[in-house]
């Protein structure tokens, strides 16, 4: 019998398909490269500043993969340097993390409809930065799941790759060189001031700021981070819903 051949709708269906696929890539990566430049040099000095901790390069991976939260990672070598114990770090990051949980709500309405494995691995891959991202273009309604999915990948890619290559340097780079501990505050500031989008912005930033100077001279550990980022949230929140007349 002669061999079947598709017909030329199969083909083109099938050709849209792949030039789908690669148009959702090349959107995703497209989004994604400003967060990873800005993971290069965070992660490089992440890792220079674990290798003078004590960890080796494959350690340095392995908590860059199982972790992937760059202040976490920062404040547990910090804390296993100054001879915390194993419990006092992974309470202290899982404070310092509770942060997720509001970013995680807010991405939530736009994943409605994806199955449980895909929530799953998108969340994985929630930090400071890709929320930033994935949020705004969510709201200008120019973004989906599977491009956002994209970006989370290709930011934990250039993380891990970029932690474990610090690693390797950091015994040819002497400690505090070229301010790379100061690589974490600097990447966070810039990611208030792409916020800043309008004065409710600049007023949750500031009541933020000062709740937090505040609580940290009455509640121990890094819980004053989380308390005040929540309520500056929700005053930000009421003083909008009250201009708008809601």
């Known amino acids: ?18 030039g789908h696929s690669g148009s959702l890539f090349v959107a995703g990566l497209q989004a994604a490269w400003p967060i990873c430049l800005g993971y290069v040099p965070i992660g490089l000095a992440f890792g220079v500043l674990a290798q003078k901790a004590g960890f080796s390069m494959p350690e340095v991976g392995l908590m860059s993969v199982l972790v992937f939260a760059g202040s976490a990672q920062f404040i547990g ?118 916020q800043l989008r309008g004065r409710i912005y600049v007023m949750t930033g500031l009541i933020a700021g000062v709740l937090a100077l505040g609580l940290s001279l009455l509640v121990p550990g890094n819980l004053h981070v989380v308390t005040a980022s929540i309520a500056a949230a929700t005053i930000g929140y009421a003083v909008r819903d009250r201009k708008r007349g809601t």
């Open 1 to 18: 019998m002669p061999e079947s051949q598709s017909s030329p709708a199969d083909r083109s269906r099938v050709e849209a398909s792949a």
């Open 77 to 194: 070598v910090a804390m296993w340097q100054g001879g915390a114990g194993a419990l006092a770090i992974v309470a202290t990051t899982f404070v310092v993390n509770l942060r997720h949980v509001l970013m995680s709500s807010s991405l939530a309405p736009y994943l409605k409809r994806c199955r449980p494995g895909f929530v799953t691995v998108f969340s994985y891959g929630v930090t400071d930065e890709s929320f930033a991202v994935n949020l705004g273009r969510f709201r200008d309604q120019s973004w989906d799941p599977k491009r956002a999915l994209i970006l989370n990948q290709a930011a934990n890619a250039c993380w891990v790759v970029s932690t474990v290559a610090g690693a390797g340097a950091g015994q040819f780079i002497p400690e505090r060189a070229f301010g790379i501990d100061y690589a974490l505050i600097a990447m966070f500031l810039c990611l208030l001031v792409f």
